[in-house]
């Protein structure tokens, strides 16, 4: 008997493993790593870019809570706050190979979506140097909430 619960639990948890998904990483990933992290929702997102070039620096909130800055708050800060039922499901870009992530139309254009339909962006990962963000990459999931001891899909 416990075996078969074993195996019915541990079967429900790759199914669930199965709604994360990882757009990989663009840009020459030099400099120093990073990982946003919080708890909850993605509900408002900060940029600092370079006189309308390569980005700084971003910030993301969790719920209530800002994250670090991750690269440099320098330059013009753009902030886009979420409305309550909003998350982000896209994240698009450019980037040189050589360089930074930045925001020139003559470089190579990025998309990053979810692998699975109601996913949301959870969290950014990749690298930043002196100057700026030199690589991005985007990670999805589905967000859950408890309420009453049961957990559901939001």
């Not at 620096?57 to 753009?78: A, I, N």
């Not at 990053?112 to 990962?125: C, D, K, N, Q």
Request: proline share 4%; hydrophobic share 40%.
């Amino acid at each position: 008997m416990f075996s078969i619960l074993f195996v019915a639990v541990f079967l429900a948890s790759c199914l669930a493993m199965q709604q994360y998904s990882y757009s990989p990483a663009v840009g020459l990933g030099s400099g120093t790593p990073f990982a946003s992290s919080g708890e909850g929702h993605i509900t408002a997102v900060r940029v600092w870019e370079n006189n309308n070039a390569y980005i700084n620096g971003f910030q993301l909130r969790y719920d209530y809570t800002w994250s670090p800055v991750f690269g440099h708050k320098v330059g013009e800060k753009q902030e886009m706050e979420l409305l309550d039922d909003e998350a982000i499901v896209q994240v698009s870009g450019k980037y040189n190979p050589g360089d930074y992530v930045n925001y020139l139309p003559s470089h190579i254009s990025f998309n990053f979506y979810p692998a699975h339909v109601g996913s949301e962006l959870r969290l950014l990962s990749g690298r930043s140097d002196g100057s700026g963000i030199t690589s991005i990459g985007a990670h999805w999931g589905l967000m859950y909430m408890e309420e009453a001891g049961n957990s559901t899909v939001q």
